[in-house]
Structures are given as structure tokens and as C-alpha cells.
């Protein structure tokens, strides 16, 4: 199975330079071999930000495996980015929300 | 529009490493401003000497506003669910589009494009059409819901490019944001999404596109949900939807216009199916003219009881009276005659169908009908409990300013109290009589009044009218006749008096008073009352005849008489005079006898005497 990710950008900015480092961080430590990782620049291609409802930037979809997965953020905060693309069991408390 | 190589805010390269722009300081710099402010006024509508405004071409709302929305500026609008805020904005820039050749964007974070195309169908817009022919776009924002939370920084430039993409498409000049608070409930972070709001904001203003922002307000004492009011603070809309009495009313009110003055009342509007309807009628306007001319009222002598000339153009005409006096009667005679001149006139009925109406007139020999054809009459009838006083309002603004007309009836006015209160009445009537003497439209107004309260229930509203026209039943000896008093009728001597009127196959005539003994009468009272004059006056003439007659009659005898008189003299003054000569000539002749004689017997004596001639003659 491999992953499909596909990461939203608008132009080289900080935000948008730390989220694909910390996005190929993670795909080398978990997913090895069996990744792929599309950049888009909306600035280049402005309709595929209506196409795919792209609204916070950066932003970051899993398109594979299904289901379609949104993150949105720098992904600095690696367990939120774990949980998120579910690569990570949750304990979930009596609240019923993740920590 | 949009720049290209920059950035969507147009902020210079940021490749090298530049953070994103820090967020502006929420107040403007006068320089700034003075610099927006000469820029935008080359693309501006000539309205405001202080702020160029871009007319929304809703009516109403222009004259509301002076002119329209601030242009370049983003304009709040705040109101609860389904208080017409996305029609407001897409008429905004529907007619944006097809009146004022300015192309516009709609950003829907609620509402499915399909769905609005639904929406504003029934407003008579053709969204699709208006897409095909690039002078719209529409983009709905449909974010799915973040569901665990940022995993660190972010901003919204990709909602900042999909804006700044759509506004190059078209070339946009106006922005609808709707509602933009739906951001707030999608994604975490309220602050961030705050910050970005306002940066949007920002760069909207920079680049000159004037944007209207919906919000909802759930509570009555704040205009948006999460507090983005204050960084639009140039021009705050609220829509206001009520229903009191099971009756719903919509009102637009001006919180706040920067740089203009503005009307601070509610005004009515409402959603019919050519868009939104703001009525601009303030209250204020004591400002208008007073025309000199007069119209006649359609019955010769009520113009004379107007001081021989009947109403003045544009004056307001108040008719009261309990059920069944005439009062519809007196307006349509109005209306007949104003047709007749060519004037056009509005019926707005709201008791009887026009059907019913031309019926009844046609009956006492006023015929409609022929006005209706020709386009001269119009009628308006409708319950007033089908919107509410306030949508009355507005309707009958409506058709006054599409129709035209010289001459409107309302009736009956007091119809408007079964859905409101007598206070809003007079509210309503006094911004209706405002409007219409702006506008020179000489107006009846028929009012019910209640048996036996006939002046003081009126008081209210009787103020606001120059002429009043009081009709009566009056009972007298077992029946009810119609009367009319002249109340009072501003700026004219008028009759004091009052007239009976009657309803014949001819039309309504108006008859003179009779004073007797009881008072005023009318009806049979009044023939009677006529009968015994007559009577009275055919008795005399008869006596003068007879007297006459008489006269004749002793005159003739006396000159018979004189005649005769006159004979029997003639008569014995011929004897007498027969006898007079007889005894004359008798006389003559004795008298010649004697002289004869005397003679004779001279003559013998002579002769002897004289010579004793020839023997004495013969003695006779």
C-alpha cells in the first residue's frame, strides 16, 4: 500500500518549508519505501485550492490510503500529525477526545 | 486586481525568507487613508462629497445610504437566521453586475452553489447565466472538519488565493463574504482565524473591492458571533426579522455609516419577487410643497362646499363615517372624476374586491370599468393581515412610485388597526401622507369609525389630514339618511353647514339643507318638509290670483257702471238741450213776431203819417 500524500502550499514560506521537512521526517521514520508525497503550490495552480477546498495553508491530505485524511498546520506537533494520518493508537480518555 | 509574482497579499517576494507581513495596526494612518481615499474616487459614483459609495441598486437602499455602500470598504451585515442577509448580498452584487458593469465574487461558506441558484431564482435572478457570462463567480467553502486539531502553524492563504483567483477571473469590483464566521466553527485556533479574518480584510480594502460581510447575531446585543465587528467599522447593516402577532416584519436599520450621514431609524423592507424593497420614508420630511391648484371631488356641490373650487392638488382627504354612510361612494366619485381629466389613479381596497366595488358604483351610475380598461385606474386589494403594517407600507410605496398615478385612495384606512396598534397606524399613515404630498398626490382616505364616537376616535389621525369630510346617518322619524359635514378643510373657507346626500341612479347629489322646527331634515321628513312648502307657496299664489280676479271684476263693473251713468246723462242732457233751443227759438220768435207786429203796425201809422198817400195797405 502506498501512500499517497499530497502537501498544499502557498510559495516557500516558513511555514510551508517546515511542514514538508517535518512530513518527509515522518514518511522516512514510518512509512519507508512505500510513500509518495505531492507539493502543491496554490500559488501556481489556484483552482485546485477551490477544487480540493483547500482554505489553511499548509495543509496536508492523505489522499491513500482511503480515507481521505485533512491536517492542517506546520506539522511541528508530531502526535497530532501521528493521530491524524492514523499511524498511531489512541488512548482515548473517558471524554472521548484525544490528548 | 491580483499582482502576480508576489504573494495573494501583494507584499513582495517572501522566498527570501521574509515572514508573512505583520498584521496591520487596526487603525489607519491618515496618510493611508487620504491615499485610499483619492485613489478610489476615480472608479467612484459621484454621491458623497466625503466618501465614494457604490450604489447596490436595491431599492430603497441607495436613498437610505446616500448613495450606497462605502466603496472599497468592507460593510457588515448582521442579522439572525433567515433575516434575508445572502439575498441582501447577492442582490448586492447581482445588480452590481448587470446594472453597474462591476463583475463581483460571492464567497458562500454556508449555502451549496445549487442551492443559491434556487434562492435567488425566485428573485428573478439568473445566477447560471450570470457565471457563463463571467460576471459572477460563485465558490462555496466546504471545509471538512479538522477533527484533531492543528498540528502547528498555519494562515489562511488558501482561502486568500481561491478569493484573490476568483476576483482575477471576473475582474471583480465587489466581494461577498457569507458568512465568514462559519471559519471560526471549522477550524481551531480562534485566534489565529481572527488574525487572518482581519488580514483578509486588509487586503480587500488595498485592493479597492467593496465587500459586503454577513454575520449572524444570535443575541440581541451583539452584531456578530465572534466579535469580527470591529474590524469592520465603516458600515454595519442589521436585518432585523420579527414576527409579532403572527405577523412577520423585516426591518434594515444603519448601526453605524462612517463619513455619512445616515438615517438612524428602522425602515421596512421586504423580499418580494424583484429582490429586496427598502421603503426610505423618513419621518422627517415636512419639506414639501403646497401647490395651489385645485381639483374638483367629482360632486359639484361639495366643490362648492369647498370653497366653490373643491380640494387642493396634493392635500390630504380624510372621509369618515360609520358602516354604510357613503364613504367609498365619495371616493370613487373622486377617482371618476379624476379619470375623466386624464389623471391616473391608484385604488388601494382593503375591505371589498374591485369587482365588488365597480359593482356597487356602477349602480348609482358611476361606471369604473371603462378607467380600469383604458389603464387610467388601478385597484390594489388586499387584507392587510397578508404582511403586516409595515409590508403594507412598503407595497403601497411600491406601486405608487411603478404606477404614478395623480390621485390614490386607501380604503379603509382603519383596516391597518386589526394588525397593528393605533400607535404604529399613525406612524405608518404619517410617513404614507409624508410620501405622498412629496410626491403632489392628492389622496382619500376612508376611515370606519365607531357609532356614537364619531369625532373623537379619529383625533389621531385626522391631525394629519388637510380636509375631513364627516358622514352621518341621521334618524329622523323612523329612517336613517346619509349626511355630510365639511369638518374642517385647511387653507379655504368652507361650508359650515350640513347637506344631506342621496344615492340615486344619476350619481350622488348633495341637498340643501332644511331647518325646521326639530332641527335639520332629511329624508321623507324633508319631502314632507318640501311638499308643505310647495303647498304654501301655491296657496298664496292661488289667493294673489284670486285677489287679482277680483279686482278685475270690480273694475269692470265700475266701468259698466260708468257707462251707464254716462247714457242716462248723454240722454237727458239731449233732452235738456232739445228743450233749451226749443225755448231759445221760441223766444226768437216772439220776439221777431213782435217786431213784425210792431213793424206792421208802424208801417201803417208811418204811412198815414207821411203824407196821406194811397189809402192805407191792406190791413193784415
Not at chain 2, 21 to 42: F, H, N, W, Y
Not at chain 2, 361 to 373: F, N
Request: hydrophobic share 35%; glycine share 10%.
Amino acid at each position: 500500500m502506498v501512500w499517497n500524500l499530497r502537501l498544499y502550499v502557498a510559495n516557500q514560506t516558513p511555514k510551508s518549508i517546515r511542514a514538508f521537512a517535518n512530513l518527509k521526517v515522518l514518511c522516512e521514520e514510518r512509512l519507508k519505501g512505500r510513500y509518495q508525497i505531492e507539493v502543491i503550490d496554490l500559488r501556481e495552480n489556484p483552482q485546485l485550492a477551490r477544487g480540493d477546498q483547500i482554505v489553511a495553508i499548509p495543509t496536508l491530505v492523505r489522499r491513500l490510503p482511503l480515507p481521505l485524511r485533512t491536517i492542517i498546520g506546520d506539522l511541528s506537533n508530531s502526535v497530532r500529525l501521528l493521530v491524524g494520518l492514523d499511524l498511531r493508537k489512541v488512548d482515548w480518555p473517558s471524554s472521548g477526545r484525544p490528548t | 486586481m491580483v499582482k502576480g509574482p508576489s504573494g495573494p497579499l501583494g507584499e513582495g517576494d517572501p522566498r527570501g525568507g521574509a515572514m508573512t507581513p505583520p498584521l496591520p495596526a487596526s487603525g489607519r494612518s491618515p496618510g493611508e487613508r487620504m491615499k485610499q481615499l483619492t485613489q478610489k474616487k476615480k472608479a467612484s459614483q459621484p454621491s458623497s462629497k466625503t466618501l465614494p459609495k457604490a450604489a447596490t441598486g436595491i431599492q430603497g437602499l441607495d436613498e437610505i445610504t446616500g448613495g450606497g455602500l462605502p466603496r472599497g470598504r468592507p460593510t457588515l451585515v448582521s442579522g439572525g437566521a433567515g433575516s434575508g442577509k445572502t439575498l441582501f448580498g447577492l442582490e448586492f452584487l447581482v445588480r452590481g453586475a448587470t446594472q453597474y458593469s462591476e463583475p463581483g465574487v460571492f464567497m458562500s461558506f454556508e449555502e451549496s452553489i445549487p442551492d443559491l441558484t434556487k434562492n435567488v431564482a425566485s428573485l428573478g435572478f439568473d445566477l447560471d447565466r450570470l457565471v457563463a457570462d463571467k460576471k459572477l463567480f460563485v465558490d462555496h467553502v466546504s471545509i471538512t472538519r479538522i477533527e484533531f486539531g492543528e498540528t502547528g502553524e498555519y494562515d489562511l492563504d488558501g482561502l486568500f488565493i481561491r478569493i484573490a483567483d476568483a476576483v482575477q477571473r471576473v475582474g471583480a469590483r465587489r466581494v461577498v463574504l457569507d458568512t465568514i464566521e462559519s471559519l471560526f466553527g471549522e477550524l481551531p485556533n480562534p485566534g489565529i482565524v481572527r488574525a487572518e479574518i482581519r488580514r483578509l480584510f486588509n487586503w480587500l480594502k488595498q485592493k479597492g473591492l467593496t465587500t459586503v460581510i454577513t454575520t449572524e447575531r444570535d443575541q440581541p446585543d451583539r452584531l456578530t458571533r465572534h466579535g469580527i465587528e470591529e474590524f469592520v467599522s465603516d458600515c454595519v447593516i442589521l436585518l432585523d426579522h420579527r414576527i409579532r402577532e403572527e405577523i412577520s416584519t423585516r426591518r434594515l436599520r444603519i448601526v453605524k455609516y462612517r463619513g455619512s450621514t445616515h438615517g438612524t431609524n428602522e425602515y421596512p423592507f421586504l423580499i418580494d419577487d424583484q429582490g429586496i424593497s427598502v421603503l426610505p420614508i423618513s419621518s422627517l420630511g415636512l419639506d414639501h410643497d403646497a401647490p395651489a391648484e385645485r381639483v374638483s371631488s367629482g360632486i359639484a356641490r361639495l366643490d362648492g362646499m369647498l370653497g366653490g373650487r373643491g380640494f387642493y392638488r396634493g392635500s390630504s382627504i380624510l372621509a369618515s363615517g360609520t358602516a354604510g354612510t357613503g364613504k367609498t361612494t365619495i371616493a370613487a366619485c373622486f377617482v371618476d372624476a379624476a379619470c375623466r381629466r386624464g389623471d391616473r389613479s391608484l385604488f388601494f381596497a382593503f375591505e371589498e374586491s374591485p369587482q365588488q366595488i365597480v359593482r356597487n358604483m356602477r349602480s348609482i351610475g358611476i361606471d369604473l370599468e371603462p378607467w380600469v380598461r383604458k389603464g387610467l385606474l388601478q385597484f390594489h386589494a388586499a387584507r392587510p393581515t397578508y404582511g403586516g403594517i409595515e409590508q403594507v407600507l412598503l407595497l403601497t410605496h411600491k406601486r405608487i412610485t411603478s404606477f404614478q398615478p395623480s390621485v390614490v385612495v386607501v380604503d379603509p384606512v382603519t383596516n391597518l388597526l386589526m394588525v397593528s396598534t393605533q400607535n404604529e397606524v399613525r406612524s405608518m399613515l404619517t410617513r404614507l401622507v409624508d410620501f405622498l404630498k412629496t410626491q403632489g398626490i392628492t389622496t382619500i382616505f376612508t376611515s370606519l369609525t365607531a357609532a356614537g364616537s364619531l369625532e373623537a376616535s379619529e383625533a389621531d389621525v385626522s391631525s394629519l389630514m388637510d380636509t375631513w369630510l364627516l358622514l352621518k346617518n341621521i334618524e329622523v322619524g323612523g329612517e336613517r339618511n346619509r349626511a355630510l359635514y365639511v369638518l374642517k378643510s385647511r387653507g379655504m373657507e368652507h361650508s359650515n353647514q350640513i347637506r344631506e346626500f342621496v344615492l340615486t341612479d344619476d350619481g350622488l347629489r348633495l341637498l340643501d339643507v332644511y331647518l325646521g322646527p326639530e332641527g335639520v331634515l332629511t329624508g321623507s321628513a324633508r319631502v314632507s318638509q318640501e311638499m308643505r312648502e310647495k303647498a304654501v307657496v301655491t296657496f298664496r299664489r292661488q289667493e294673489l290670483e284670486t285677489r287679482r280676479r277680483e279686482l278685475e271684476r270690480k273694475r269692470r263693473i265700475f266701468e259698466a257702471r260708468m257707462v251707464m251713468l254716462r247714457a242716462e246723462f248723454e240722454a237727458e242732457e239731449e233732452i235738456i238741450q232739445q228743450t233749451i233751443s226749443e225755448s231759445e227759438l221760441l223766444g226768437q220768435e216772439v220776439v221777431q213776431d213782435r217786431g213784425q207786429m210792431v213793424l206792421s203796425r208802424q208801417a201803417d201809422s208811418s204811412s198815414y203819417k207821411k203824407e196821406g198817400r194811397a189809402k192805407a195797405a191792406p190791413v193784415r
